[in-house]
């Protein structure tokens, strides 16, 4: 199941808002309550105050019976010295300003049932209104009115929108807790293969060797990449497809991903399994309790995943089950094998960000399309995490804003980090040196990519950074402790020369129990 959904997982991180406008919030006050809705407006009109306090208020009159294309439908003695509701349609932005102001209206809100867009005119217009203008939705009008009647108050402002957001430190802390979490949980489970593997150890094959794939041939890893690049390309152009079929192996993927960790976190703090028989088949309680919890939790975000207020908690958790499942499942066998894969995957990463928007017709990148659906409002796919911009007030109210982080960005440098996590039990190293180096070196490299992405104001492909930070710095510690032969040749008893004794957990040297496992 991994192996069918890894081909499309992406590496970019940046921000994302559904609505590409300026937008800015209505409050509503009728002495008691409050309510605060999205408008859109332009800052070439009358600007709008920062904040709540600097914005003044004005009584609403209700005029959605006409589109204000012609100022004598309305008697300005109605409207002089008040804020204006009009439907939008029929004449264009400016000249139900002009109108609006001619009548002594002192602020214009159009509703519109359809798409809200940034109002603009002519640039000779612009000097001519003196008055705020703003796009509301209609549904939204339409609850103000039930919840305030008639009598309502009404204040326009835009508060400023701030680049640094407390998100971007949830997606750091979600990003490195999930690399250190699975480099460890891999080398944990190499360490009780080699210890199943040892006289004494029982034999056979352990619970934690049990499903993992290994890469371990420079040919495999050129055809994966390939195939990655076929696979994006063909969700290019087939998304409208394709899309249902990845969340639907998400779903699958992701609850028997969450089900290993539930099942590993069990095992690790001692918690005991009753079973029962059925036709001489034990089955576990356990199992069973944990099962149904994870297909659960998967069948919810499955129905709820355009739900973007909450359901992005439930992505994020099956998120980061499946990368911690795929760090441990994907072993790398040595690190001439993760030079190759990563360097690849770094020009796959590049090439799909910042040379595509060459060939698009839009001109936005392949990766950013197939990351964010071609339509904004439409199906996404489940290859990312996602936290709201928690500062983004204004822009929230009118359609959710999320920092992300491609699966990719984690799981990439992840098998790396995982590789060291295996070669520190190798060589049984009590300080798991090489572990703790590349986790190192993967912080330092989100670091810097978000440094990057707030002094650009762009996306950044994080594997860019993440990827000479994490190489570079495995390679400086095997140099700098005289095993870089080892290192770069992996499992001793698959690739290095016969002649040399192999490394195995606790300074034992019996190649019979290298040859086993």
């Not at 990845?246 to 069990?266: E, H």
């Not at 709820?304 to 994020?316: A, G």
């Not at 290095?496 to 019996?510: A, I, K």
């Amino acid at each position: 199941m991994e192996r069918a959904i890894k081909v499309v997982i992406l590496s970019v991180i940046f921000t994302v808002s559904q609505i590409t406008c300026q937008e800015a919030i209505l409050h509503i006050s009728n002495g008691g309550t409050e309510r605060e809705y999205c408008i859109v407006h332009n800052h070439s009109w009358t600007p709008l105050a920062t904040s709540l306090d600097d914005a003044k208020q004005y009584p609403l009159v209700t005029m959605t019976s006409t589109v204000l294309c012609n100022a004598s439908e309305i008697t300005p003695d109605v409207v002089k010295g008040k804020a204006l509701v009009v439907m939008r349609g029929d004449c264009d932005f400016s000249q139900k300003a002009l109108n609006a102001q001619n009548l002594g209206a002192t602020t214009l809100l159009i509703a519109s049932n359809k798409s809200l867009i940034t109002p603009s005119a002519n640039d000779s217009e612009y000097s001519k209104v003196q008055i705020p203008l703003a796009l509301m939705r209609y549904r939204d009008f339409l609850e103000a009115q039930q919840v305030f009647g008639k009598e309502m108050q009404v204040r326009l402002y835009a508060p400023p929108h701030s680049k640094i957001d407390p998100s971007i430190a949830v997606i750091l802390l979600i990003s490195i807790v999930t690399v250190v979490l699975g480099g460890y949980w891999s080398g944990a489970c190499e360490r009780d293969r080699l210890n199943s593997c040892a006289p004494g150890g029982g034999g056979g094959e352990s619970k934690a060797e049990s499903g993992e794939l290994s890469l371990y041939s420079p040919l495999k890893v050129v055809i994966f990449v390939a195939f990655m690049c076929g696979m994006l390309v063909l969700m290019y152009f087939f998304y409208n497809v394709l899309v249902y079929v990845i969340i639907a192996i998400f779903c699958l993927a992701s609850a028997s991903a969450l089900f290993s960790c539930f099942d590993a976190v069990m095992d690790k703090i001692g918690c005991g399994t009753l079973s029962f028989s059925v036709r001489n088949c034990n089955i576990s309680v356990r199992s069973l309790i944990l099962a149904a919890v994870c297909i659960t939790i998967a069948v919810i975000w499955g129905v709820y995943r355009n739900e973007e207020r909450w359901i992005w908690i439930l992505q994020d958790l099956l998120g980061i089950a499946f990368c911690l499942n795929f760090m441990k499942t994907i072993s790398l066998s040595n690190f001439k094998i993760c030079v190759i894969l990563l360097s690849l995957l770094l020009v796959y990463d590049v090439f799909f960000v910042f040379i595509t928007p060459f060939f698009t017709k839009n001109g936005v990148s392949i990766m950013v399309q197939v990351a964010l659906g071609p339509d904004a409002s439409g199906e996404k796919l489940p290859v990312v995490m996602r936290v709201p911009r928690f500062s983004a007030w204004a822009q929230n109210l009118c359609g959710m804003q999320f920092s992300i982080l491609g699966y990719g960005d984690i799981i990439v440098p992840g098998l790396l980090v995982a590789y060291c996590s295996r070669f520190d039990v190798w060589i049984n190293s009590s300080k798991k040196i090489y572990f703790v180096s590349c986790c190192i070196a993967y912080l330092l490299g989100m670091i810097l990519t978000f440094a990057v992405m707030l002094l650009s104001g762009m996306g950044q492909p994080a594997l860019l950074y993440l990827v000479p930070f994490t190489l570079i710095t495995s390679a400086v510690v095997a140099g700098c402790r005289g095993e870089i032969k080892q290192f770069w040749s992996g499992t001793t008893y698959r690739v290095l020369d016969s002649s040399r004794e192999p490394l195995l957990p606790e300074g034992r040297t019996d190649r019979s129990i290298a040859e086993r496992c």
